[in-house]
C-alpha cells in the first residue's frame, strides 16, 4: 500500500465544484486521505486550519463560492499548508479569467494541475476553451511553463494525451492514460484531489504532481476493459485503492 497516505491520513480540505464534489471526495478516501468539503465564510479559516493541503477548483463558481476559494488560499498561505488550483474553465468566460487572475494575484499555490487551454489563460496567452473543456487542437508552448513555473515558484501540471509536470528546474512527461478518461466527468478534478493527498501526505511538491497524475493515468489503464462509462468510473475508484507503492515513477531530472 501506499504507507506513507495510510499512516497519516491526511486530510484534505476542498472548495471544489459541485458537479464532482462526490466523485473527489471517494478518490480521496481511495488513495488512503480523509476528504472535506466546508465552503461556509464563517468555517472555512478554522477547517484551514485542520487540514493537511487544499484544494481550490473553479468548476461551478458564484459570489460566496469565489469569497470561500480566496480566504482559504490566503489563510493557507499564512499557515504554511500546500494548496492546489485546479483552475476549471478558465478563459470559457470574462468572469472566470477575471478571477483566476485574482487568484494568482492574491495566493501562491503549490501546484496547479489544469488542461491546456486553462494553462494557457494564466500565462496570459490567447485560448480556446469549450465550457469547461479543451478545445480540440488547443497547443501550449511547454518552455513558457518551464518558464513560469521557475518565476513563479509553483509546480505546474499539463494534462493532455502527454501529462507534463515542471518547477522551472525539473520536468517529467507522462505517458500514461487512456482516452476513455475523457468520456467521465471529473478525471480532472480528481486528479487534483490526487495530488493534494500526496501533498497532505508530506511528499515532496514535484514528486506529488507526477504521484498524482500518474495514478490517475494508472488507474484509467486498468479500468480500461470495463464495458461502459458507468462501470469504468467505478473501475478508476477500485484501481486507485489497490494502487502500491512498486507502481509509481521514478521521478528524475529531466525524465521522459
Request: aromatic share 4%; charged share 20%; net charge negative.
Amino acid at each position: 500500500m501506499l504507507r506513507r497516505i495510510h499512516d497519516k491520513k491526511p486530510l484534505i480540505h476542498h472548495l471544489t465544484n459541485t458537479v464532482t464534489i462526490n466523485d473527489c471526495a471517494n478518490m480521496t478516501l481511495a488513495l488512503g486521505g480523509s476528504p472535506v468539503m466546508a465552503d461556509d465564510l464563517l468555517e472555512v479559516e478554522e477547517m484551514v486550519g485542520h487540514a493537511d493541503a487544499v484544494v481550490i477548483n473553479t468548476g461551478t463558481i458564484n459570489p460566496d463560492m469565489r469569497q470561500a476559494q480566496l480566504l482559504a488560499g490566503k489563510t493557507a498561505n499564512r499557515l504554511g499548508k500546500p494548496v492546489i488550483l485546479d483552475p476549471v474553465g478558465a478563459g470559457a468566460t470574462t468572469l472566470r479569467t477575471a478571477f483566476m487572475k485574482q487568484l494568482m494575484d492574491e495566493i501562491s499555490f503549490t501546484v496547479i494541475k489544469g488542461n491546456a487551454s486553462e494553462i494557457k489563460t494564466l500565462l496570459g496567452q490567447a485560448a480556446r476553451t469549450k465550457g469547461v473543456d479543451v478545445a480540440e487542437g488547443e497547443s501550449l508552448d511547454l518552455q513558457s511553463v518551464h518558464t513560469f513555473a521557475g518565476e513563479t515558484k509553483q509546480v505546474i501540471v499539463v494534462t493532455g494525451p502527454v501529462d507534463f509536470v515542471t518547477d522551472g528546474v525539473r520536468q517529467h512527461h507522462l505517458d500514461v492514460g487512456t482516452k476513455r478518461l475523457g468520456q467521465v466527468t471529473g478525471t480532472g478534478c480528481m486528479t487534483a484531489s490526487l495530488i493534494a493527498t500526496f501533498l497532505g501526505a508530506g511528499y515532496d511538491r514535484f514528486d506529488a504532481a507526477v504521484f498524482g497524475t500518474h495514478v490517475m493515468g494508472k488507474a484509467g489503464e486498468a479500468a480500461g476493459d470495463c464495458p461502459g462509462i458507468g462501470s469504468f468510473r467505478t473501475g478508476l475508484f477500485d484501481a486507485v485503492s489497490l494502487m502500491t507503492e512498486e507502481s509509481l515513477p521514478e521521478v528524475q531530472m529531466n525524465g521522459q
